[in-house]
């Protein structure tokens, strides 16, 4: 029978588990400095990335419970930092973090999550780190102001004349209108939309210190969740502002017994739940702080 299942990753290869975002169990623990800081969910499959020393760790799970965990040279450099699934496939998105004006980007794909294809240089000079698939494309979000779209995962199409000041941390799609539309969040409340990835508009700014940090597609809305401040929006155009407490970091959504739920972290461990994205209220504590959450069923 299908199990609906939340997985959260972190440090010190930190693996837990949740079927309802409220009773947690620990999954795995790996090696200290064994970092895992994304996941996501396709294929029937959990697929985290992270690094340990000088190289990229992957892991797969079919079940959320057994996980093959490999190791991709990363030479110091070339390091995994965000996760995305889409055509069949999982796009690993990274570059040198520590580079700044010349991370070096490149993109890995991968079906399984354990084998994965060589680094694919994408150019440019700023590092892409979070990425939503819909309506056949893949649309990234990175550093000072980077936002770029694909088909393949491998030649992308850059915005032109981006701001660092509308530099997006998360991005999502949505299958609302015509054809859907991506909707990227930022800090002091910035929201812009997109359809194609390359041309964003809708330019809008909240208080300031209001940092947008995650946003989901939640089943009819866009939920984007900030620092004391959740944005919601039926179109990524048009934004109800919903102020809240204890909002996590990083957000997943799912939908457990015909209910919305929503999973999130915050420092140091911190794991959330909340019906709606607005009020949030502490599940569990983790021994070590969670980077990133997926749903998926099983």
């Known amino acids: ?5 939340f997985i959260a990753v972190g440090h010190h290869g930190t693996i837990l588990d949740s079927i309802d975002g409220q009773t947690w169990d620990v999954i795995k623990k790996g090696r200290e400095g064994e970092t895992w800081r994304a996941v996501a969910f396709g294929n029937k499959r959990f697929v985290a990335v992270g690094s340990y020393g000088g190289n990229n760790i992957v892991g797969s799970s079919s079940d ?12 110091y450099v070339t390091y995994i930092r965000g996760l ?15 580079s700044a004006g010349d991370s070096k980007p490149f993109t890995t794909t991968s079906a399984d999550g ?3 294809s060589d680094n694919e240089s994408i150019g440019g000079k700023n590092i892409l780190r979070r990425a939503a698939y819909g309506n056949g494309i893949f649309v ?9 779209a694909s088909e393949d995962g491998k030649k992308w199409t850059d915005a032109a004349e981006v701001k660092a000041i509308d530099t997006l941390v998360d991005v999502a799609f949505g299958p609302t209108g015509r054809d ?7 800090l002091h409340g910035l929201r812009m939309s997109s359809t194609d ?6 330019r809008q700014v909240g208080e300031e210190g209001e940092h947008l940090n995650s946003i989901v597609w939640a089943g009819g809305a866009f939920v984007a969740v900030g620092a004391g401040v959740t944005f919601t929006s039926l179109d990524g155009v048009k934004w109800t502002r919903h102020k809240n407490d204890n909002a996590p970091l990083v957000v997943a959504y799912g939908v457990i017994a015909k209910k919305s739920v929503f999973v999130g972290a915050n420092w140091k ?8 994205g607005i009020t949030w209220e502490q599940a569990h504590v983790a021994e070590e702080h969670i980077e990133a959450i997926a749903f998926g069923v099983v």
């Open 197 to 202: 990835g390359v041309k964003w508009t809708d």
């Open 114 to 116: 354990v084998k994965w």
């Open 1 to 5: 029978m299908p199990t609906p299942l």
């Open 64 to 75: 959320g419970e057994q996980w093959t965990v490999a190791e991709k040279d990363a030479k």
């Open 269 to 276: 461990g911190k794991l959330m739940r909340s019906a709606n």
């Open 180 to 186: 859907g539309i991506f909707a990227g969040v930022g």
């Open 84 to 98: 995305a699934f889409g055509k069949d496939f999982f796009l690993g998105l990274g570059g040198d973090p520590g």
């Open 140 to 148: 990234a979000v990175g550093d000072r102001g980077r936002r770029a």
